[in-house]
């Protein structure tokens, strides 16, 4: 199946025809908000997808096509029913990162119902990757691109590293990390950035090179992008 979602709804296509899974008024298994940001397929709990909603987290059981909306515990600008959770990411041991509009990132523990939010900015995540050396990469909405150690759950802003003031992405709207374990960013309005890891970076230079692809359309196959 190729899943995706939508404003309006969870969708599912068989590669002859969509299902569209919607809320249904009086019926607690159905999709909890018609606004469907993301999704992640777990590997570590088989037939379970968790489910990023304009009214917080789900899990949803494939085999039986139920949705069990998850509470977030109550904290700093978390309150139910207005958290939006618009990136989600498993970890191997099961633990669940979560990206929000306004409770910025979320550790989640779906065994306890624990979580822990990480201080700090973006209030509003936009998109989320991890790293080859384990690090979680969260795009916001308007305060560019952060790192996330999850050993320390600290977080910190890229575009504020001394070596990067040419990364001027406000908007991280894509994030992926390739094969070689370069991050990829797209951005609202300033085109793509490549982030690599250097080999043998000289001192003062930073750990990172970054490669902007952009259009210009005056002059044309410049930036990289047609």
Not at 62 to 80: C, L
Not at 172 to 192: E, F, M, N, T
Request: proline residues 6%; charged residues 20%; glycine residues 14%.
């Amino acid at each position: 199946f190729i899943w995706f979602g939508a404003e309006v709804g969870l969708n599912r296509f068989d590669g002859n025809r969509i299902k569209v899974f919607l809320k249904e008024s009086g019926n607690p298994g159905s999709l909890p908000d018609n606004l469907v940001f993301c999704m992640v397929e777990s590997e570590v709990r088989p037939g379970i997808m968790w489910l990023g909603t304009g009214d917080g987290l789900c899990r949803f059981h494939m085999d039986t096509e139920t949705f069990y909306p998850v509470p977030f515990p109550r904290g700093k600008n978390i309150h139910p029913g207005t958290v939006m959770v618009t990136g989600i990411i498993e970890e191997a041991d099961g633990n669940l990162w979560i990206g929000t509009r306004g409770a910025g990132m979320v550790r989640f523990n779906p065994r306890t119902g624990e979580s822990r939010q990480v201080a700090g900015h973006p209030l509003f995540v936009r998109s989320l990757a991890t790293g080859h050396s384990g690090k979680i990469w969260v795009g916001s909405y308007a305060n560019g691109l952060f790192i996330l150690d999850p050993d320390t759950l600290t977080l910190k802003s890229f575009n504020a590293l001394p070596h990067y003031r040419d990364f001027r992405c406000r908007e991280v709207y894509a994030l992926i990390c390739d094969r070689g374990g370069a991050i990829w960013a797209g951005c609202r309005g300033s085109g793509l950035y490549r982030i690599a890891r250097k080999k043998n970076p000289a001192a003062g230079t930073g750990d990172y090179a970054v490669t902007h692809f952009y259009y210009d359309p005056n002059r044309p196959g410049q930036g990289g992008l047609k």
